[in-house]
């Protein structure tokens, strides 16, 4: 069976820390990863994708995947209470067609 | 241009009444998922279609569950004799066929059984 596992916290960091946010997948046939963030009662918000090895940045956001750990995190720098919300972790596992499996959730909470 | 519709917002159904939830996706987005979220869980999917085509169903969940998008834009989810279990916020997702993971999601629709 396919898995996709966070820890669902909260993980709780003050303003202006970094947040780090991980991610394990169960299947090594996996191409394509994703973050979203999620406010309490709201829908999901992509806000990051990475489908190969490495470190992707885009402003205060980087993810990390690495494969052959079957691993992939999600970093906040300079965080702000705004970022407080559960973060998913998606993975496609390919040949299904667009079925993302989606992990619980870590609920981020950043204090002032 | 406006995001992914959902409605209605909220739904509540006494056990064993079918329902009806209705899906607009982005205008010009050829990919339409659906999706149910528990409460504290991640999304599960649920069904895909590529314009008309339901290309997966299979994580629907007992054939109760039903959706159709005849003409390729809005979607439609029905539920036939609703059960208890079935109470979840049910998420519609849309995305562009050559970008087919990055799906922007509507509002959802939470479903409520009595």
Known sequence: ????????????????????????????????????????????????????????EDGRFTAQLNKASQYVS??????????????????????????????????????? | GAGVSQSPRYKVAKRGQDVALRCDPISGHVSLFWYQQALGQGPEFLTYFQNEAQLDKSGLPSDRFF??????????????????????VYLCASSLEDRLYEQFFGPGTRLTVL
């Open chain 1, 74 to 112: 999600l970093l906040i720098r300079d965080s702000q209470p705004s970022d407080s919300a559960t973060y998913l972790c998606a993975v496609n596992y390919g040949g299904s067609q667009g079925n993302l499996i989606f992990g619980k959730g870590t609920k981020l909470s950043v204090k002032p």
């Open chain 2, 67 to 88: 959706a159709e998008r005849p003409e390729g834009s809005v979607s439609t989810l029905k539920i036939q004799r609703t059960q208890q279990e079935d109470s979840a």
């Open chain 1, 1 to 56: 069976q396919k898995e996709v596992e966070q820890n669902s916290g909260p993980l709780s960091v003050p303003e202006g820390a970094i947040a780090s946010l991980n991610c394990t997948y169960s299947d090594r046939v996996s191409q394509s990863f994703f973050w979203y963030r999620q406010y309490s009662g709201k829908s999901p918000e992509l806000i990051m994708s990475i489908y190969s090895n490495g470190d992707k």
